[in-house]
């Protein structure tokens, strides 16, 4: 059988303890925001976004779980989270970071999560609407920022699809 | 893992300790919930699950804690390596292959996750498979053994894992600190698609070589 050796080697890569120059710092982190929301502010819609963090005075921090996530615990915390995997991946931390303004932005509006009181079915309808809210923006970026042909190797909406987002952004093209 | 939710008082006194960290993540108390459990290669160190069940979607973060210090799981074998130098390792035979689970859980690679394939044979990991490509994996599948090598102080666990969407019949070595290296990597099987679920799987038996 043929033997991948690149995928077995990247195997104990990941099981070997890192070095201190390999470790994320906080400026490193800084550097990585930075550059994520110079994307971002690249497409129409994601300026509207990106104009919140200086509007708003918002603090984005980056920190490193097993998850490609976002975090919204209060008003003024901003959490991108990135898995081991996408560490370093500047696109998919600009498509997480433009997830995590349009929560804020969506609950500066009013829209916001249900009450722990409320019945399910209102939970399920608050939560479909925002995502799909969420999404559409998502997909506008994404689908501008490939039109603007600025990264010819890379598909945003590519990178939208992997973070398990496909009928979203099928949608998005039948309708474009 | 066996997790107990911690009451809220005790929940509370770990999210204030978070709290005072310059690095903390925050997590408000009212809608926080904080899971612990016990590790048995570990003295005094546990890990807590922490869930946030008022965003979307709920955020979860895992630290191992002494109590006193706090270390955030981020993906890499790292921070548990950095536990690992504090601690008295209660590494045997008995608990080598739930030590190797709880890395594996926790340590993802370029690829994606690591699993130590237990049962091959369970449905919940065979589900997704043609019928053709059951018979594969479990004529590929070599079972758990393990070994204890007092000269060079590591444990050997022989075994088949996934990873990178390939079963990978392999040799793990551990030293008694608990560092990993992957050895004797054999390609067995590609374009294995393993379902979400499948590190939920508990191991039942090891053979001794």
Known sequence: MENNKESLDSLNNALRPLSNFEKPSEQSNADMISEALKILEMSVEGQKLFNLVGAEDLSIKLIYTSEDTTYLPSKKELYVSLSNKNRKDIPILMILIASLLKDYEQEKSGKLLANSTDPVEKHIKIAVEKQADKLASLCAIAYELDELKLYPEYSFLDVLKNLGHNEAVDIFINNV | ?209
Request: net charge negative.
């Open chain 2, 1 to 209: 893992m066996k997790w107990k939710k911690l009451k809220r008082e005790d929940s509370h006194e770990v999210l204030d300790k978070l709290k005072s960290r310059s690095d903390a993540v925050v997590f408000s108390k009212s809608s926080t919930e904080v899971l612990v459990c016990n590790l048995s290669f570990y003295e005094e160190f546990k890990l807590y699950k922490l869930t946030n069940y008022m965003t979307l979607p709920c955020f979860v973060m895992y630290y191992l804690s002494n109590g006193t210090d706090f270390y955030a799981m981020d993906g890499t074998a790292s921070q548990i390596y950095k536990v690992n130098d504090l601690e008295f390792m209660n590494l045997n035979t008995d608990n080598i292959i739930q030590y190797v689970d709880f890395v594996f859980e926790n340590a993802e690679g370029d690829d994606g996750d690591i699993f130590l394939i237990h049962q091959p044979e369970n449905p919940n990991f065979m589900k997704s498979m043609s019928e053709a490509y059951r018979k594969n994996v479990i004529e590929h599948y070599h079972p758990i053994q393990i070994k204890e090598d007092e000269i060079n102080r590591v444990f050997l666990v022989h075994g088949t894992l996934y990873y990178g969407h390939s079963l990978i019949s392999a040799t793990i070595q551990i030293t008694k600190k608990g560092i990993i290296t992957v050895k004797n990597q054999k390609l067995l099987l590609k374009g294995v698609h393993m379902p979400n679920e499948a590190d939920q799987y508990s191991w039942i038996s090891g053979e001794k070589l």
